[in-house]
């Protein structure tokens, strides 16, 4: 069972468009919710990160988007660059592990 | 170290041969995750170990996994009688507490031929 369902599988979008990536989760006990950015042959690193208390976090071009009572979050990367194609992970933290979404393989055309 | 450090980087070994895979983790960090990625796919979680607690061995497949980490540092996961099922990436990650963000190591590239 999917603990946290992302969507789009994959996404194209325009140099300087916005990319926007999709998550949703069930259990109300996730206490921190990451995003990871992982390029080919390269482990996932840590993009940005929201906790359940705080509706919107924004680093740079990079926001997340917290509903806590939908039980979503989303990333939206701004003026999209190729240099940002890769597959980005949400994931969301319980007591003891992190659950990570499938994947959203994300490809800016320039 | 900067990072966590994982090694073999790339692994080939032949079915039913047992492997060993090894995690650096940061130092100073006392908690330490292994995940599976298989191609395409997310991630699949697989251990947690939390300082000297017992580790949640929850998302290990079946027997033929197991993994071990001394104290607050090297973390070996050894996989038994590989099938060809086992092939994937094995990452392992490493955070200062429970409470803060995971890093993650370049992973072990496992081949099961």
């Known amino acids: 069972q999917q603990q946290v369902k992302q969507s789009p599988q994959s996404l194209i979008v325009q140099k300087g468009g916005i990319s926007i990536i999709n998550c949703a989760y069930e259990?109300?006990?996730?206490?921190?919710f990451p995003w990871y950015q992982q390029f080919p042959g390269k482990g996932p690193a840590l993009l940005i990160a929201?906790?359940?208390?705080?509706s919107e976090k924004k680093e740079g071009r990079f926001t997340i988007s917290f509903n806590k009572s939908a039980k979503q979050f989303s990333l939206h990367i701004m003026d999209s660059q190729p240099g940002d194609s890769a597959t980005y992970f949400c994931?969301?933290?319980?007591?003891?592990?992190?659950?990570f979404g499938t994947g959203t393989s994300l490809t800016v055309i320039p | 170290g900067a990072g966590v450090s994982q090694s073999p980087s790339n692994k080939v070994t032949e079915k039913g041969k047992d492997v060993e895979l090894r995690c650096d983790p940061i130092?100073?960090?006392?908690?330490l995750y292994w995940y599976r990625q298989r191609l395409g796919q997310g991630l699949e979680f697989l251990i947690y170990?939390?300082?000297?607690?017992?580790?949640?061995k929850s998302g290990l497949p079946s027997d033929r996994f197991s993994a071990e980490r001394t104290g607050e540092s090297v973390s070996t996961l050894t996989i038994q009688r590989t099938q060809q099922e086992d092939s994937a990436v094995y990452l392992c990650?490493?955070?200062?507490?429970?409470?803060?963000?995971?890093?993650f190591g370049q992973g072990t590239r496992l081949t099961v031929v």
């Open positions: 990650a490493s955070s200062l507490t429970r409470e803060v963000e995971a890093f």
């Open positions: 994931a969301a933290r319980s007591v003891s592990q992190f659950y």
């Open positions: 929201i906790r359940p208390d705080v």
């Open positions: 170990f939390q300082g000297n607690s017992a580790p949640d």
């Open positions: 130092s100073g960090h006392t908690a």
């Open positions: 259990n109300t006990a996730f206490d921190y």
